[in-house]
């Protein structure tokens, strides 16, 4: 055979008496069906089963629970007394193996933090919250100690679910220190002021940690392979640095078999912890290949890690020995496979956008923008073959419309796209301008490859019209010709006295018309992102939005984020209505009803997205099938379109 193009990744590793059969592991994310009783509920088991059957070598389900009495999350228990407790993780366990991947069982516990993945969060402040000392959270919750007979309770708790886990038919254990959970606060001074033998020295800070190791050690017997998530820093004032993480790392060493390395604190460094659109890639690996110098036992490293090269080097160059994916497991499952049978090209990146992390919030379940299958795998995953082929024509080379392609052409179908614009991806071309949204540009790249291996036709620069399809004469027609800007009638804006104007959508075509100063008449989504940019290039930028806050829509695991970076670079007018455009600015009204000159030199208009009402009209019956997705159906996300570009293909 010949030489793998990514031979470390590719290569096996072997711990204690399991053999891994690359170095690409699923890492913890939480399912989607939790049950009342805190089973894993069959599509839970399927989520998890997508990612081995894409080549991870392990999988791990996340996050299980261990001590309910002082632990009220709503997350995953084992327990014999619970009916089918056993029988669910037995079933999510066997829906890992039968792929080849090694089925993993975080086991956690959230200390003062209990109830974190409760969507009614007054249901969290009437749970009793335990950590290692007396306290009131920053959100105003009381925290009790644990005394030493209710840490022994835990410690066996942990240890008798272990058992429970490797019965069920789990291979591996994850104990999660990290990330402000309980073991976490133990380890660290941020939450840990005792004064007895679990306080004080970094030797009594790690002893909580210690014992639950030896306890799940004698649980689970000698070549069981147990691993240990940390937090190699903890990225804020009062907490732990790398250096102390080297320490930590270097005491959990004799009682683990891989030491994991993530980063952060609960709350305080989410972007970190999970690293945004606005951080390098992998910007937490450092951390891993310090700790590595230290100690023997593998080390695996996490934090927005996608690009198959760079994960080569990282295990290449010895920075560590396994790499962790969970959101780009969740946009492409199937990147280990691509990896190792050398298909990189053909890998959907995750944009770390937080659609998954945020649907989970809102309706405890899970979306990718990028992939329709995640969180609904039970509707079925595999496109099957349509049993009489049609022509299908689809009128936009959007998300939407590509993904549609991909799909349908997959069924067989005699697939053609039109797009009116000389480039695919819609919308998404104008993301290219961004460099910390590159991947949402690179999407529509990756889909046309896809949907054209995949056997469909894409024409450029042709605009679908109703005569096109009466000579074409499809079977199918999946209108997909996605929104406009909305560039409303304030004077200045539009025509010839708006010379100082750029379109947001256009700005990636009219960079060199922006000046220093711009005024961005707008703060959604797409204000919000090209104002950080633009101050990121060194800009001084307004923006003035109508509403009293910014991007209202955006989702609350990304909106956080970026409207700290919106505060780094850009000031900000709310509750301010453009009224004029001019030379020099914009004419704006506040709530008082003043009026107020923004100054600036050129005006971005950034004032949302329209249907494109007229053009769906016009073609809503000119074939038997007609199915309008996207934009074009009702101005949504990236998600939405692919999501019903896939169905309506299909459908058919």
Known sequence: MEQRKF???SAPITIGRTTFRNRMFSAPMGGTDITNDGCIGPKSAAFYELRARGGAAAVTVSELMVHPETDGSHAYHLDESILNSLAAATYAAD??????????????????FAGTYMTDKSKQHNLHQWGPCDGVRA????????????IDDIVAHYAHVAGLAKRAGFEMLMIHGGHGWLINQFLSLLFNHREDEYGGSLENRCRFAVEVLKAVRQAVGPFFPIEFRMSGSEFCEGGYDIDEGVRIAQQIEPYVDIIHVSAGTYQKTFGITHPSMFEPHGRNVYLAAEIKKHVSKPVATIGGLTDPEMMEEIIASGQADIVYMARQLLADPETPRKVIEGRPEEIVHCLRCFTCMAERAATST??????????????????TPAPVKRKVMIAGAGPGGLYAAYTAARRGHDVTVYEKESEVGGILKSEQALPFKHEMYELSGTYKLLAEKAGAKIVTNTTVTPELVSQVKPYALIIATGSTPVIPAIPGLRGEDGANVVIVNDY??????????VVILGGGLAGCECGIHLGMEGKKVKI????????????????PLMLEEVDKYCEVYTSHRGIEVRSDGVLAENEKGEQVLISGSTVICALGQK?????????????????????????STITNAVYLGHHAALDI
């Open 95 to 112: 829906a890992i193996r039968r792929h080849g991947a090694i089925p993993s069982l975080e086991l956690s516990h959230s200390g003062q």
């Open 7 to 9: 031979p470390y990744l």
């Open 544 to 559: 003035v939005e109508m509403g009293g806050a910014l991007a209202p829509d955006a989702n609350v695991r990304h909106r």
């Open 139 to 150: 959100d105003g919750a009381h925290v009790k100690a644990l005394s030493q007979e209710m």
């Open 508 to 517: 990636y075509k009219q960079k060199d018309r922006v000046t220093d100063e």
């Open 366 to 383: 899970r979306r990718c923008t990028v992939n329709p299958l995640i969180g609904r795998e039970m509707d079925g995953v595999e496109v």
């Open 611 to 635: 249907s494109t009402t007229d053009q769906v009209e016009k073609l809503m019956d000119t074939a038997p099938y007609v199915r309008v997705i996207g934009d074009a159906s009702r101005v």
